[in-house]
Nanobody, 113 residues
Framework: QAQLVESGGGSVQPGGSLTLSCRAS????????MAWYRQAPGKQREGVAI??????HYADFVRGRFIGSRDDAENTVYLQMNSLESEDTAVYYC????????WGQGTQVTVSS
């Protein structure tokens, strides 16, 4: 069964850091592209980063603060989030290019003083 499981969220103060993980079932872990999205309360889901086997593309609002990476042997992608801001508060999801309609439960990130 296709599955995505996100973890690593939590509550941090502005300026803090968190690292999110997303483990995908082998059937949908794409060697071409995995992505991170987020959805803040009352807002639409938006793309954060796309992680390919060669590079990572970032949304402008996280570039220079977030770092995406992947471990193909573990079917896992990561999102290291630094210099967190209150505007980063959201539920974070990962997604596979091989199964774009499959979503996990997400992981909550709350940035607040």
């Amino acid at each position: 069964q296709a599955q995505l499981v996100e973890s690593g969220g939590g509550s941090v103060q502005p300026g803090g850091s968190l690292t999110l993980s997303c483990r995908a079932s082998r059937s949908i872990f794409s060697e071409s592209a995995m992505a991170w999205y987020r959805q803040a309360p009352g807002k639409q889901r938006e793309g954060v980063a796309i992680i390919t086997d060669r590079t990572t593309h970032y949304a402008d609002f996280v570039r220079g603060r977030f770092i995406g990476s992947r471990d193909d042997a573990e079917n896992t992608v990561y999102l290291q989030m630094n210099s967190l801001e209150s505007e980063d508060t959201a539920v974070y999801y990962c997604n596979s290019g091989a199964a774009p309609n499959t979503w996990g439960q997400g992981t909550q990130v709350t940035v607040s003083s």
